[in-house]
Structures are given as structure tokens and as C-alpha cells.
Nanobody
């Protein structure tokens, strides 16, 4: 079993920055891909970014490209999301997820394990 715990959310003014962390525990942790998703109020969960755990591919949603950076620390079993130039429309609950199949997907359905989420609120 895998447990994912997000942290780092909070309230920030537009233009500000936050860094989210997602720490994994449990079984030998070697996912194929780690992803960040978000769910704005009243909307469906949407893809933000993902990264191959053993290096290589990184993908971003167009809405965050150039402002958000995903990274990982394999030794700490942690994935990060650095969020800069935040906008009110970035307000959402942010989730990290792990995909152990050999796919690189932007669909939430492809991911096997999820964290509990952390709230990010950007005020205008």
C-alpha cells in the first residue's frame, strides 16, 4: 500500500508563490509517473503536471506552463510543485497522485494512489 501526503497549501495574494510537497510512504516506492492535479470549486479534477519518477518526461497543462515547476527527490520519496505568479483561477484543492502502470497520462483515471489534497487559495 502507498500513502501520499500533500503539504504546503495556503492563502496567497495574486502574483505570489507557493511550494507544494507530496511525501510518499508505504511499499517500496517506484511509481512510473507522479502527477499533480487540482479541483477548483464546483469543477472536475484537472491535470496540472506530471513527471516520470526515473527521469525524463515532464508535462504541464497549458494553463500553468511557464509558472509552475514539478520536480522530485527520489531519495526522499517526495514530489514538489513550485507555483509562481499565482492567479485567482489557480484556486483549488491540489492533489498528488502516483501511477504504477507504464503510462504517462493526464487523466485522473490512470493514477492508482491519491493524497488527501491541500487547499490553495489565491486572492485578487
Amino acid at each position: 500500500q502507498v500513502q501520499l501526503v500533500e503539504s504546503g497549501g495556503g492563502l496567497v495574494q495574486a502574483g505570489g508563490s507557493l511550494r507544494l510537497s507530496c511525501a510518499a510512504s508505504g511499499r517500496t516506492f517506484s511509481p512510473y509517473v507522479m502527477g499533480w492535479f487540482r479541483q477548483p470549486p464546483g469543477k472536475e479534477r484537472e491535470f496540472v503536471a506530471n513527471i516520470r519518477w526515473n527521469g525524463g518526461s515532464i508535462y504541464y497543462a497549458d494553463s500553468v506552463k511557464g509558472r509552475f515547476t514539478i520536480s522530485r527527490d527520489n531519495a526522499k520519496k517526495t514530489v514538489y510543485l513550485q507555483m509562481n505568479s499565482l492567479k485567482p483561477e489557480d484556486t483549488a484543492v491540489y492533489y498528488c497522485a502516483a501511477d504504477f502502470t507504464r503510462t504517462i497520462s493526464t487523466s485522473p483515471r490512470a493514477y492508482d494512489y491519491w493524497g488527501q489534497g491541500t487547499q490553495v487559495t489565491v486572492s485578487s
